[in-house]
């Protein structure tokens, strides 16, 4: 019916954000996972074009790719154990902000011992 | 001092220092109410219309909503009925949020900038902030709002203990808004979801003791478009004028469908 303008965008919370997050990093794995599944057939056409597009992963730009997808997979992982709980756990409604909190703080800790140790590689050479 | 009072009451029987001011003088400030406007008799275009008012510190949002269409724009439409949080009538987008306007003080907003005021979302607009309810209250008739009791009707009142009683308090106290099936984001782009409200309403007699429907009611909503389109973003929990923890309900009405127990 109405059109444009669109208006404003609704002002959810925590828990709207952390569910359009969820989607984004579900989309983002989805399309590794997609390429993935491809570079690994490769194998199968011959062992030598594998290591060609594998090696082409080696620098800096796929490195810090590589440290975004791990983002995205680390926290689809932990707010997914947290939607698991909400559902399932009965105070799981009531706790889901202070989840949040907890999903941030792992996702925050293993960031941060994953950045170390995979930025020196990449960049360390 | 009676004598010298008795003719005349003071309007405040308090007793306030000079500079105060008097007793039932409240303070009043400015705010630019912007309410997104559609006529669909004028123009397709929706638009925007702003209104500068002087409004007291009594005021809500609902009561500016009055100012406007009573003394500067009288096509400005919106719901409203009771005006005390009781009928549901005037949900209503406010600064981006699901909310009743007559709920909603001015002076709790941030009044330094324009308060927004929309339609809710995912409903089809009618004009200006009045939506058509109809596909909200055709999931609610959905679900069966009703009690149905298949044993003798009783003599005397059908007997239920607290602890029965309190097991649905919570879904008791919705009042048909609509502001949490509209702040849902699956609701805005899956118009077929029952949505939070229906499924509220629908706890409410599957938790009821008296009540022997509800495996019907939990087949109902064991649907696609049922309780699993839930994403538990909990707008609706944020939304709900009448404090109901709507995810809450809808998680138990999930486990109850899980677990076939009541």
Redesign the interface.
């Known amino acids: 019916m109405s059109k444009t303008p669109a208006g404003t965008l609704y002002r959810g919370r925590e828990g709207m954000w952390s569910w359009v997050a969820h989607r984004i990093t579900g989309v983002v794995i989805f399309f590794f996972l997609l390429v993935h599944v491809l570079d690994t057939s490769l194998v199968r056409v011959s062992p030598e074009a594998y290591d060609a597009v594998i090696g082409s992963y080696k620098n800096p730009i796929m490195g810090l790719g590589e440290l975004g997808l791990v983002g995205a997979i680390v926290f689809h992982a932990f707010n997914g154990l947290r939607v698991i709980l909400i559902d399932f756990w009965k105070k799981g409604p009531k706790y889901q902000r202070q989840m949040l909190w907890g999903v941030v703080g792992l996702w925050l800790v293993t960031m941060i011992a994953f950045s170390i140790r995979h930025l020196a590689v990449v960049f360390g050479g | 001092m009676s004598t010298e009072t008795a003719e005349k009451e003071p309007a405040s029987k308090v007793d306030l220092a000079p500079g105060i001011g008097g007793g039932g003088e409240i303070p009043t400030f400015d705010v630019t109410l912007k309410v997104?406007r559609?006529n669909?008799e004028v123009s397709?275009?929706?638009?925007?219309d702003e209104w500068q008012l002087t409004m007291y510190g009594t005021d809500r949002v609902l009561d500016a909503l009055h100012k406007v269409k009573w003394e500067h724009d009288g096509t400005v439409s919106f719901r409203r009925s009771c005006a005390h949080g009781v009928c549901g009538s005037d949900a209503m987008?406010i600064?981006?949020?699901n909310r009743l306007a007559c709920k909603t003080l001015l002076k709790d907003l941030d009044t330094s900038k324009p308060i927004?005021v929309?339609p809710i979302?995912g409903l089809?607009?009618e004009k200006d902030l009045i939506v058509d309810m109809e596909p909200f209250f055709q999931s609610y008739r959905e679900i069966m709002p009703f009690l149905v009791n298949k044993g003798h009707e009783p003599t005397k009142e059908r007997l239920q203990s607290a602890e029965e009683r309190e097991r649905y308090d919570d879904t008791t106290k919705c009042i048909l808004c609509a502001a949490c099936t509209s702040?849902c984001?699956v609701f805005w782009t899956d118009g077929q979801y029952f949505g939070p409200a229906a499924i509220v309403n629908a706890h409410r007699f599957i938790f009821d003791s008296r009540d022997d429907a509800g495996d019907m009611r939990l087949e109902i909503l064991n649907d696609k478009e049922g309780v699993w389109r839930c994403?538990?973003?909990?707008?609706c929990?944020?939304a709900c004028p009448r404090g109901i923890?709507v995810?809450?309900a809808i998680?138990e009405v999930?486990?109850a469908i899980l677990t076939r127990k009541i």
Do not use: C, I, M
């Open positions: 997104r559609y669909p397709d275009e929706v638009h925007w987008r600064n981006g949020r927004l929309e979302k089809p607009v702040s984001p994403r538990t973003t909990f707008n929990t944020e923890q995810t809450q998680a999930k486990q």
